[in-house]
């Protein structure tokens, strides 16, 4: 099968896999782990949190995301130079995988952590990455992300917000919608059409813009979830001036620098982890004889597993220079697939209506669960648009 | 950290010994799905030392690991060659080793037999020369080997036409060597691996058969890959197929790291085949699916990956088996242990 040439062949054949080879935990990443479990048992037994199902999203907590950058578990892989901790890609993702599976509220440093950081420093100016990164590094900068409108959803190219040149900068006029934290952060990515649109060329003329939400013309409007709670945004900008030093990167070259992140973005654990705290409040109940230990629970373990492991090749290969946007669609498809069944799971079993044992409360769980649960597999990249990566990846297309 | 993988000469060695194989079992089509061994092929693989890969060199095998294993129980599997290997070198080979017992290059297969001298559905049973056998006696674990003729074996087959057979041994052997009571479970297990190992191969292969297919095969004036859905259950498969191969990589690497013997290896091969289990219904319902109705035939090459994958994923345990040892695994973890359980006990 056709697969990315950079992708090595799977252990268990000579022909190349979708997805890259197992990798073997070193006891130094074993070490982090336990580090970071510790942390959080201490702040869920003084109280400063409460896990949550889909806490990357909807948990906005500035002190705890503070607390963790005083660990130096945020911005772990930006260079000391810019105020990071020059840890691996690996390291990072350690760290990740405990907090989200412990439920943690790392939504509030989480897209900055994860996007803004590695776009800075592939993309940025030298000025944008001393402005920026070292804040970020101490949890003192939030971001939010501007890529969806209105009338482009899985279809980015047809983004219709524009920048016009004006002088020492740009004039951005436009609707951003799914922006999750606008109302809080403090600035956003925004992709904007810096030239007419060219249907022989969909991804040219496209720009990305770092813009401060304070600024004079930015109008941020919740969207309300069927949950009630409101981390979405719809983001209009009415002439937003943006001056010339917050371009980021070559004017033109947007989709390029946005798609080039797309592999870090769809592998990660906040793929396959995001109902986990759901999962374990089940485990918490069927040991206690209030829920039946019911296969499917084995089931689901063994499907976490081996997508922990499938995610943790990518991220190795990723960190290793392979581009692996096969295989991180393959972790993104799999995983959000799979975090819907953890809910499907408690829902059957009774989890909805179940008075909790001890504990978070399981059924307040299974609910937040019930209504996050379709936007599992819509967010950063809907199922549908992944089937087509890979198929692409098998040479179908 | 690396990515833990076998010796790329035994590898390239492998494929290219079952892919020539593969080309010869071709030329001369049988009337029957029924399996049969190549005795020429066999003798051929026992001069290259791949019929005792792992086997100890100081008693004659090649030191190889169950990595070097994987890759010959792969090729073999996707090339649609069947071979005994599993069951005369990683089962009886093995068996023979643990208990002492002198190596022996004859055709071998090794089963449990029950409290009455029974094993059912014991795999190449009637082409063995050997059996050796693992059996409980009065609180004792022993371990023998017999002639094939001293034994009573009823040959059938399994869905695949891979042949089975029902072994009866009187075993009053006076030569049966004391084993740990240990070795059962890891023979189980063992077999479980082995067969987690060859599903994910034809699976990759049923999904490399499917790609190519669609690539060939027209209607509506376009060919099949063109056309949306057809794309989507081919993604699916090949999904669920990587995951596969995931899990069943990562209890490869944790046997060689780890041993047969930590504790741990049980869980992360029921994950395998857990894994291997959701592949096999999800990759052979597409799989036949976009082959169309002439993937139903016997003059089609599919069905020897798709009968495999279902046989196999019943034998050395069910899936609802590694299911139910997997939750009470979650059960007894508690809500405090299970994310440990997941990532694998040394963590």
Redesign the interface.
């Known amino acids: 099968m056709a697969a990315d040439p950079t992708e090595r062949p799977a252990t268990s054949s000579r022909r190349p896999g979708l997805v890259p080879d197992v990798v073997d935990e070193p006891e130094q990443l074993t070490r982090l782990r336990h580090e970071v479990r510790a942390f959080i048992t201490d702040q869920i037994s003084s109280g400063a949190f409460v896990p949550v199902v889909d806490g990357w999203l909807t948990a906005w907590d500035p002190t705890f995301s503070r607390a963790l950058a005083e660990r130096h578990w945020i911005g772990m892989t930006i260079p000391r130079a810019y105020g990071g901790h020059g840890r691996s890609f690996m390291e990072r993702f350690v760290v990740t995988e405990e907090l989200l599976a412990a439920g943690a509220p790392v939504a509030a440093h989480w897209i900055a952590d994860r996007q803004i950081a590695p776009s800075l420093l592939r993309s940025g100016t030298e000025d944008q990455k001393h402005r920026f990164l070292p804040r970020i590094a101490q949890g003192d900068c939030f971001f939010g992300i501007g890529m969806s409108e209105p009338d482009a959803g899985s279809d980015l190219a047809s983004v219709r917000t524009r920048a016009d040149r004006v002088d020492g900068g740009w004039r951005v006029r436009g609707t951003k919608v799914w922006t999750s934290g606008a109302h809080r952060a403090e600035a956003f990515f925004v992709l904007a059409r810096t030239e007419p649109a060219d249907p022989a060329n969909r991804h040219g003329g496209l720009t990305q813009f770092i813009v401060d939400l304070r600024s004079p013309g930015v109008q941020v409007k919740p969207i309300v979830s069927m949950s009630g709670l409101a981390h979405f945004n719809e983001v209009h900008l009415d002439d937003v001036f943006v001056p010339d030093e917050l371009v980021l990167g070559r004017p033109g070259s947007g989709w390029a620098q946005v798609t080039s992140e797309l592999g870090f973005e769809r592998s990660g654990p906040e793929r396959f982890l995001s109902s986990f705290p759901l999962l374990t409040a089940v485990v918490r109940e069927v040991a206690s004889g209030e829920l039946p230990a019911v296969p499917d629970l084995g089931r689901m373990v063994a499907r976490l597993a081996a997508l922990h492991q499938m995610s943790m090749a990518v991220s190795w290969a990723l960190e290793h220079g392979g581009r692996a946007d096969v295989s991180a669609a393959v972790v993104k498809l799999l995983g959000t697939t799979a975090e819907g069944r953890v809910v499907e799971l408690a829902d059957r079993l009774g989890a909805q209506t179940l008075r909790p044992s001890s504990g978070p409360p399981v059924d307040e769980l299974t609910r937040q669960a019930l209504m996050s649960r379709p936007g599992f597999t819509l967010r950063g990249g809907a199922n549908e648009i992944l089937h087509g990566v890979i198929a692409r990846g098998l040479g179908m297309r | 950290?690396?990515?833990?993988?076998?010796d790329?000469d035994v590898?390239?060695l492998v494929?290219a010994l079952f892919s020539a194989q593969s080309a010869r079992q071709d030329s001369s089509p049988s009337a029957s799905s029924d399996v049969r061994l190549d005795t020429d092929f066999w003798a051929q693989l026992e001069s290259l030392g791949l019929t005792r890969l792992t086997g100890d060199v100081a008693s004659g095998g090649s030191g190889g690991s169950w990595?070097e294993s994987?890759?010959l129980?792969?090729?073999a599997a996707?090339h649609s060659v069947p071979v005994p290997v599993v069951e005369h070198d990683l089962l009886a080979g093995w068996l023979r080793e643990e208990a002492g017992l002198a190596p022996s290059t004859r055709l071998s297969t090794a089963c449990v037999l029950d409290l009455d001298g029974t094993a059912d559905d014991v795999p190449w049973a009637g082409d063995a020369e050997e059996i050796v056998a693992l059996w409980e006696s009065e609180g004792r674990w022993l371990v023998a080997s017999f002639d094939a003729a001293e034994c009573h074996v009823t040959t059938s087959r399994n869905v695949a036409g891979e042949p089975r057979g029902t072994v009866r041994i009187d075993p009053a052997s006076p030569s049966a060597h004391e084993v740990s009571s240990s070795l059962a479970g890891l023979f189980f297990h063992r077999g479980a691996l082995a067969r987690a190992?060859q599903s994910?191969?034809v699976l990759?292969e049923a999904?490399?058969l499917s790609?190519e297919h669609?690539?060939t095969r027209t209607q509506f004036g376009r060919p099949l890959?063109?056309f949306?859905a057809v794309?989507?259950l081919?993604?699916?498969s090949?999904?669920?197929?990587?995951?596969?191969?995931?899990?069943?990589?990562?209890a490869?690497?944790h046997a060689v790291?780890d041993g047969w013997r930590d504790p741990d290896l049980a869980v992360?091969i029921?994950?395998?085949r857990?894994?291997a289990a959701?592949a096999t219904a999800v990759v052979v319902a597409n799989a036949h699916q976009v082959h169309g109705a002439i993937g139903t035939t016997m003059e089609h090459r599919l069905h020897r990956l798709t009968l495999p994958a279902l046989g196999w994923r019943t034998e050395f345990g069910t899936p609802?088996h590694?299911?139910?040892?997997?939750?009470?695994?979650?059960?007894q973890?508690?809500?405090d242990g299970?994310?440990s359980?997941?990532?694998?006990s040394?963590?």
């Open positions: 950290m690396s990515p833990v993988v076998a790329p590898v390239d494929d990595l994987a890759a129980l792969a090729a996707r190992v994910a191969a990759q999904v490399r790609v669609v690539a890959a063109a949306q794309q989507q081919i993604a699916s090949a999904a669920e197929s990587a995951l596969c191969s995931a899990a069943v990589d990562s490869i690497v790291r992360r029921a994950v395998a857990s894994c959701e609802h590694w299911d139910e040892m997997l939750t009470e695994h979650a059960v973890a508690g809500p299970l994310w359980l997941i990532l694998g040394a963590t």
